[in-house]
């Protein structure tokens, strides 16, 4: 279902998506991008995967002099455009975060957050490499997924995001453990602390994996 973001679910509908967001999972949205923001602070050159909209860039750009985002959608890409102004002191690309066409030491951060790691639908290994290979001798790679801790509430805003018409119905036999399956054939899942550290260590990276708020689960490595 790689292009369900591509398609079904980008631009506006994926804005909607957290529009619509309860408050408990607000609070794990505004708590995810404070830390990035806080990790990535004093970093010059910064790449989102899976940027979206722009709603995590423009925190971000906030706190860094040049940020770039990279999506596979087109519409989300657009929309970004228009979200980010009045901010200058970003670009947008169009692109597969796990064959990006960026040579190798480019930025001094990479981040991929909101489980994109799973909701991109590539290979994990190689999207993880793909971020360390673009990222400056001593930059950092970090990624997020969710903690098991906020399970209820996530298959509570997904459930309402399917009664908006936003994704398939959810199909409730099928769903559990950590995974949200719909009946269109959108699949959730999610990266635990053990893959998390398999993922950077098989780089040769020494990954910290913490817990945020009781709703994510962050990965962050120097390279």
């Given at each position: 279902?790689?292009?369900?973001?591509?398609?079904?679910?980008?631009g506006?509908?994926?804005?909607?998506?957290?529009?619509?967001?309860?408050?408990?999972?607000?609070?794990?949205?505004?708590?995810?991008?404070?830390?990035?923001?806080?990790?990535?602070?004093?970093?010059?050159?910064?790449?989102?995967?899976?940027?979206?909209?722009g709603?995590?860039?423009?925190?971000?750009?906030?706190?860094?002099?040049?940020?770039?985002?990279?999506?596979?959608?087109?519409?989300?890409l657009?929309?970004?455009?228009?979200?980010?102004?009045?901010?200058?002191?970003?670009?947008?690309?169009?692109?597969?975060?796990?064959?990006?066409?960026?040579?190798?030491?480019?930025?001094?951060?990479v981040?991929c957050?909101?489980?994109?790691?799973?909701?991109?639908?590539?290979?994990?290994?190689?999207?993880?490499?793909?971020?360390?290979?673009?990222?400056r001798?001593?930059?950092?790679?970090?990624?997020?997924?969710?903690?098991?801790?906020?399970?209820?509430?996530?298959?509570?805003?997904?459930?309402?995001?399917?009664?908006?018409?936003?994704?398939?119905?959810?199909?409730?036999?099928?769903t559990g453990?950590?995974?949200?399956?719909?009946?269109?054939?959108f699949?959730?899942?999610?990266?635990?602390?053990?893959?998390?550290?398999?993922?950077?260590t098989?780089?040769?990276?020494?990954?910290?994996?913490?817990?945020?708020?009781g709703?994510?689960?962050?990965?962050?490595?120097?390279?």
């Open positions: 279902m790689k292009d369900y973001y591509e398609d079904r679910l980008s506006e509908a994926l804005q909607k998506c957290y529009e619509l967001a309860p408050p408990r999972i607000r609070r794990y949205l505004e708590e995810e991008v404070r830390f990035v923001a806080e990790t990535l602070q004093g970093s010059r050159s910064v790449l989102e995967l899976g940027c979206g909209y709603r995590v860039m423009k925190r971000v750009s906030l706190v860094v002099p040049w940020i770039v985002g990279c999506d596979t959608s087109r519409r989300s657009l929309l970004a455009t228009s979200y980010m102004a009045p901010r200058q002191n970003f670009s947008l690309v169009r692109a597969d975060a796990s064959r990006l066409a960026f040579r190798e030491d480019v930025f001094d951060a981040f957050i909101q489980n994109g790691i799973s909701a991109f639908q590539v290979d994990r290994g190689r999207l993880v490499a793909e971020a360390v290979r673009v990222t001798s001593g930059g950092s790679i970090v990624f997020s997924s969710y903690s098991p801790q906020i399970w209820e509430e996530r298959l509570d805003w997904f459930r309402e995001q399917a009664r908006a018409g936003l994704i398939g119905e959810i199909d409730e036999a099928r453990d950590g995974t949200i399956v719909c009946t269109d054939g699949r959730a899942t999610t990266v635990g602390a053990a893959e998390f550290i398999g993922l950077y098989h780089l040769g990276l020494r990954p910290t994996v913490r817990e945020v708020d709703s994510s689960v962050f990965a962050v490595a120097s390279k």
